[in-house]
T-cell receptor, first 116, second 111 residues
Framework: SAVISQKPSRDICQRGTSLTIQCQVDSQVTMMFWYRQQPGQSLTLIAT?????????ESGFVIDKFPISRPNLTFSTLTVSNMSPEDSSIYLC?????????????FGPGTRLTVT | SQKIEQNSEALNIQEGKTATLTCNYTNYSPAYLQWYRQDPGRGPVFLLL?????KEKRKERLKVTFDTTLKQSLFHITASQPADSATYLC??????????FGTGTQLKVEL
């Protein structure tokens, strides 16, 4: 299993500013994932972050808006840039660990972001 | 386009009964299907994984079925308890690590 922590747990930000969310895992993992969960919605994958390479972004998400760093195998950051109220959401990081012939994903507690 | 549908209406059941949640998908050939539990203000927690060639999987009071012909998975909680109240998400993957989540169904178990 994996234990994941995120900072901050919540924040209220003004539009036009940026917020960097940190994700720390208690073991070394190759791939980390960043998700967004808007109010009442399910999880949407933003990007996959591999250590030592550029993050891979999903359709609808771009690096300029959501730059990601992955400096080592236990840590990643997601920045939400030039925020607008539409960015108000919960942001979650997760990791995948092998489980038999498949994978289990472990999630952090999330960062609740409100943009005013 | 790929679609994963879960009943958006909350499911209310009485303690001790079996809760059955449904996950339907279209335009997808998943290799694995997973179920997660999410409590308010928390990240999802992995519950069960079932492979495309498995019909059923059990873990304690949980049972998952996977019918690739019907493109449907059923998630059962037997002898339900108020502590089982949460939102349950199904998620599919084509075989890699990338998961696509359904919208989730809220379960409320009443005394």
């Amino acid at each position: 299993s994996a234990v994941i922590s995120q900072k901050p747990s919540r924040d209220i930000c003004q539009r036009g500013t940026s917020l960097t969310i940190q994700c720390q895992v208690d073991s070394q993992v190759t791939m980390m994932f960043w998700y967004r969960q808007q109010p009442g919605q399910s999880l949407t994958l933003i990007a996959t972050a591999n250590q030592g390479s550029e993050a891979t972004y999903e359709s609808g998400f771009v690096i300029d808006k959501f730059p990601i760093s992955r400096p080592n195998l236990t840590f990643s950051t997601l920045t939400v840039s030039n925020m607008s109220p539409e960015d108000s959401s919960i942001y979650l990081c997760s990791v995948c660990l092998p489980a038999g012939v498949g994978y289990e994903q472990y999630f952090g507690p999330g960062t609740r972001l409100t943009v005013t | 386009s790929q679609k994963i549908e879960q009943n958006s209406e909350a499911l209310n059941i009485q303690e001790g009964k079996t809760a059955t949640l449904t996950c339907n998908y279209t335009n997808y050939s998943p290799a694995y299907l997973q179920w997660y539990r999410q409590d308010p203000g928390r990240g999802p927690v992995f519950l069960l994984l079932i492979r495309e060639n498995e019909k059923e999987k059990r873990k304690e009071r949980l049972k998952v079925t996977f019918d690739t012909t019907l493109k449907q998975s059923l998630f059962h909680i037997t002898a339900s308890q108020p502590a089982d109240s949460a939102t349950y998400l199904c998620a599919l993957t084509g075989g890699g690590n990338k998961l696509t989540f359904g919208t989730g169904t809220q379960l409320k178990v009443e005394l």
